[in-house]
């Protein structure tokens, strides 16, 4: 990779010239003269001031988007030379924890069964450890139950899953049909923490109906979803959850799944992935896995 793309990545990252050459084992003037020279070939401003803010102009913009693009290539391409001389690859991806922990607990045996000839790495985490990871070339594909921008990453549908409310099956809500959101805001309501998928899209439900997470009397945020069940099933509070996280314990009669008039929410689950001819072959391969034995 252009050691000038590297300064100019570095400079932004660090948003700051002598943090970049620090870190590049450089000296100042050098990683100043790395960005000027690239501003000559291109006849273009890339970084700007305002005020002691270190800024992208447009130009920097598209820059920064095809200098990330040849240190991700470079990152897989030297992966690959690693590994030429094995029989086994090494796939990594990674999965937001709804997904992670109990979409995939059915399918791994057979995941594991039918790619026997990788080496795989799987790392459950919220959605914006997720992409920044993938990002960073970390891992090779991810899937993600939350929301996220379209525009900077290539993806796949792998299904819809339905965002449900539930409570304990002794709480004096499980016997209700139908109720509205005003009637659970006096409830302790359990969520996930910031960053997360889940929390981001009952945030923009709320939002769409005119209320927010503000309106709830008392809130417990916790980053686990096992432990946010064993609260609900303790009638402790209530839950926002996809509803392949309380499958079994609504199949158990633990859980219940209470319905809120005018408030259903259908999401995607999405295979991501960026921009990488190298391993095109496998993310076809793992996508079509999933799409086929996640259950719909």
């Known amino acids: 990779m252009d050691i000038r793309l590297q300064s100019f990545l570095k400079v932004w990252e660090l948003k700051s010239f002598t943090k970049a050459a620090q870190n590049l084992n450089l000296t100042q003037p050098a990683v100043s003269q790395h960005i000027k020279s690239l501003e000559k070939e291109y006849n273009s401003r890339f970084l700007n001031y305002k005020g002691k803010d270190l800024i992208l102009t447009d130009s920097g913009k598209i820059l920064l988007e095809y200098a990330n693009k040849i240190k991700l290539s470079e990152i897989f391409f030297i992966e690959n ?159 926002f959850m996809y509803k392949d996280a309380a499958k079994k314990e609504i199949d158990a009669g633990e859980l219940i799944e209470v319905k809120v008039e005018d408030f259903t929410i259908e999401k995607e689950f999405n295979f991501i992935y960026m921009d990488d001819e190298l391993y095109i072959k496998e993310l076809i391969y793992f996508y079509e896995f999933l799409k086929q034995n996640m259950i719909t």
Do not use: C, P, W
């Open 81 to 239: 030379i690693k590994q030429s001389s094995s029989k086994i690859k090494s796939i990594k991806f990674g999965a937001t924890l709804t997904i992670g922990e109990f979409t995939l607990e059915s399918i791994l045996f057979e995941m594991f069964r039918n790619f026997d000839n990788y080496n795989l790495e799987i790392y459950v985490e919220n959605t914006k450890k997720n992409l920044e990871m993938l990002e960073k070339g970390e891992i090779h594909f991810s899937l993600v139950e939350g929301l996220f921008d379209k525009t900077k990453y290539y993806f796949k549908v792998l299904k819809n899953e339905k965002f449900i409310l539930t409570v304990s099956k002794d709480h004096n809500l499980a016997t209700k049909s139908n109720i509205r959101i005003e009637d659970i805001l006096n409830e302790t309501l359990i969520i996930r923490e910031k960053g997360s998928g889940s929390r981001e899209i009952l945030e923009r439900a709320l939002v769409d109906k005119n209320f927010n997470l503000k309106n709830f009397s008392q809130k417990i945020e916790i980053s686990n979803v096992n432990l946010i069940k064993s609260l609900v099933k303790s009638n402790l509070g209530i839950s």
